[in-house]
């Protein structure tokens, strides 16, 4: 059974800094794209960016390049997501998410296992 | 590439057929999915490819369309679809997703 396992709410400070993470199991971790969502109180989703954990390639929504950062241990099965300096507004709910890929004509991806999701409260 | 959806809310009974568009800003093809997320939860993938059901999803639910529209049809209601739906397209980086469409009961 696919599962990814998110780790538990955070409450921090502007300016702190945070690492979530999120583990997969029941497949095989290193060859599927892992996906970050963000989710503001009472809005909606927000394409984040992706990882490939086998060699830590990655994807970032211009909206948070240099925001964030992501990055996988393969050893583990883990993705994380990391901020250095937290802000009021990353105050949400953060998902992992696997990407499966479809390859025809072109290839495309889209998330077919979700973590349980991460809230991150920033409040001083 | 934007998209937006409408209606934005929709209040509906059991029994109703519902049906949900999604209008991309440039030409994506097919590269279209469909979430479904209830209140508290992860969302869940409903359909990919804008018309493929994603395994263990009730057939109630379709999809279709190409291009720059899109729609999801849930053909009969049921008190567990009750939630809210969003697309996300494929087709370019970064990769969007709608503003999504609340479904409540009438």
């Known amino acids: 059974e696919v599962q990814l396992v998110q780790s538990g709410a955070e409450v921090k400070k502007p300016g702190e800094s945070l690492k979530i993470s999120c583990k997969g199991s029941?497949?095989?971790?290193?060859?599927?794209?892992i996906g970050w969502v963000r989710q503001m109180p009472g809005k909606g989703l927000e394409w984040m960016g992706i990882i490939y954990p086998d060699d830590s390639d990655t994807r970032y929504s211009p909206s948070f390049q240099g925001q964030v950062t992501m990055s996988a241990d393969k050893s583990i099965s883990t993705a994380y997501l990391q901020w250095s300096s937290l802000k009021a507004s990353d105050t949400a709910i953060y998902y992992c998410?696997?990407?499966?890929?479809?390859?025809?004509?072109?290839?495309?991806?889209?998330?077919?296992?979700w973590g349980q999701g991460t809230l991150v409260t920033v409040s001083s | 590439i934007q998209l937006t959806q409408s209606p934005s809310s929709l209040s509906a009974s059991v029994g109703d057929r519902v049906t949900i568009t999604c209008r991309a800003s440039q030409d994506i093809d097919i590269y279209l999915a469909w979430y479904q997320q209830k209140p508290g939860k992860a969302p869940k993938l409903l359909i990919y490819?804008?018309?493929t059901l994603q395994s263990g999803v009730p057939s109630r639910f379709s999809g279709s369309g190409s291009g720059t529209d899109f729609t999801l049809t849930i053909s009969s209601l049921q008190p567990e679809d009750f939630a809210s739906y969003y697309c996300?397209?494929?087709?370019?980086?970064?990769?969007?997703f709608g503003p999504g469409t609340k479904v409540d009961i009438k």
């Open positions: 998410a696997r990407q499966d890929v479809l390859c025809g004509g072109r290839c495309y991806g889209y998330f077919d296992f």
């Open positions: 029941g497949y095989k971790f290193n060859s599927y794209w």
């Open positions: 490819s804008a018309s």
């Open positions: 996300q397209q494929l087709s370019d980086f970064p990769r969007t």
